[in-house]
């Protein structure tokens, strides 16, 4: 509720007008007719009948007031449930945006500021701590805060949060100080909640007021053990993404060196091509998405030549199933999948001329466009069987030739930036 509802008239809110019906209608009209049945039923049958009137009506005026202070709580306490009510809604509704961000987080210390900040938000406390350890064995780091002046806060409070965090890792519990503790020279209260791996104990995460500011609400526990939930999951997926990343690096660099040692005069080709393409995709605007993904597909765009006789890389009816092989290799496994497209249709002309489905002009996926320039670039650039290798100067001819045929010619413009820049 607004605070400034209290202030208001009673018949101006619609919960109040709600209570004051219901109120009149249960208690005044019964009242009411009361009274009036007592004065025409009863007090014309009593002896003494001022005495007697004026005792009835005390007892009904008494029996009023009763009933008006009766509605005044009930007023009281419902505003009161109310408040609570959209306390909690609103309480809910952080933790639900909270949930959201530390999803979205990609590693762990961006896990752990999230955590720090969303905990900040939904206690109102003075800051907020996020301590973790990398092992079992290793000590606690500190990885993520918020709040004003948090940094400052830890420093001068390290020994008390650092107690906090242990024990609460230890005890597997929330673990508190109260306000009365004056260890750090100055009235403080603060908590701390362990974050629960699969394989044992994250850290903890932990909130801290230096204005003694009383116990914690039981509200506002259950929403930082609801945030150390949903963080303790946060840290588990971000850990599990950066194995699968340690993973898909290391097994692209295993492919790429065998692509080195099964293509001849080759070696370096695929890292090449992976590092003009980044280049010139930044120039064209690409967003880090789609960069990842062009540079990822660049180092694979020749993967298909792994299932390719090495007796046919020079026959060009052979050597072109390659698009087709690499697209079949990378669909077919769940982390690569969006780069299988790519990889097919990288050796495709923007006038329609290319292989394998003579796709052209928009047609054709952009980052498939980039790698055709780059490719080009490194294997003109290379010396081979039958030519030498030809200068930038001769390779930027070459492309500006192949400008709305062979190659896209807004590719072109932004390779021709870059190497105008010096950049190359």
């Known amino acids: 509720m607004n605070p400034s509802a209290s202030s208001r008239s009673i018949f101006t809110q619609r919960l109040d007008r709600a209570v004051f019906v219901t109120y009149f209608l249960g208690a005044i009209v019964p009242l009411l007719a009361l009274g009036f049945v007592v004065q025409r039923d009863v007090l014309p049958g009593m002896s003494d009948a001022p005495r007697a009137q004026a005792g009835m009506i005390g007892v009904v005026l008494g029996v009023g007031m009763l009933s008006l202070t009766a509605f005044f709580a009930l007023r009281k306490l419902t505003r009161q449930a109310v408040q609570r009510m959209d306390a909690d809604n609103d309480r809910l509704k952080e933790i639900l945006a909270a949930s959201q961000e530390l999803s979205k987080s990609p590693h762990t210390r961006a896990v752990a500021e999230s955590a720090a900040g969303c905990v900040l938000t939904v206690t109102g406390t003075q800051a907020a701590f996020v301590a973790l350890r990398s092992a079992p064995e290793k000590p606690l780091t500190l990885m993520g805060s918020a709040g004003e002046g948090a940094q400052a806060l830890y420093e001068s409070n390290q020994d008390l949060l650092d107690e906090l965090f242990g024990n609460a890792v230890e005890s597997d519990r929330p673990v508190f100080l109260g306000d009365d503790d004056s260890r750090a020279g100055s009235k403080l209260r603060a908590a701390a909640l362990p974050l629960r791996g699969e394989e044992g104990h994250w850290g903890a995460i932990a909130v801290l007021d230096t204005a003694g500011a009383g116990a914690f609400k039981p509200e506002e526990m259950d929403a930082i053990a609801t945030l150390a939930a949903l963080t303790s999951v946060a840290f588990s997926n971000a850990d599990l993404k950066d194995a699968q990343r340690n993973f898909f690096s290391h097994v692209i660099d295993l492919i790429v060196t065998a692509l080195d040692a099964h293509v001849d005069c080759r070696a370096g080709h695929s890292e090449a091509v ?95 466009r ?55």
């Not at 496994?333 to 495709?348: C, F, G, K, N, T």
């Not at 290798?389 to 021709?416: K, P, Y």
């Open 274 to 368: 992976a590092r003009l393409s980044n280049r010139i995709g930044r120039e064209l605007g690409l967003d880090d998405a789609q960069l990842q993904r062009l540079h990822f597909a660049a180092l694979l765009h020749d993967i298909g030549m792994l299932k390719i006789d090495r007796a046919e890389h020079r026959m060009p009816g052979k050597n072109q199933k390659h698009t087709l092989v690499g697209q079949r290799m990378l669909s077919r496994i769940r982390l690569w999948s969006d780069l299988a497209p790519i990889v097919h249709h990288h050796h495709e002309w923007f006038d329609g001329s290319g292989y394998p489905e003579g796709l052209e002009g928009e047609a054709i996926p952009l980052e498939s």
């Open 370 to 424: 980039i790698i055709a320039v780059a490719d080009a670039v490194d294997a003109m650039m290379r010396n081979d069987t039958h030519r030498a290798a030809l200068s930038l100067e001769e390779v930027l001819v070459e492309l500006r030739e192949g400008a709305g045929t062979q190659f896209d010619s807004q590719v072109v413009i932004a390779m021709a930036k870059l190497a105008e820049r010096g950049e190359l």
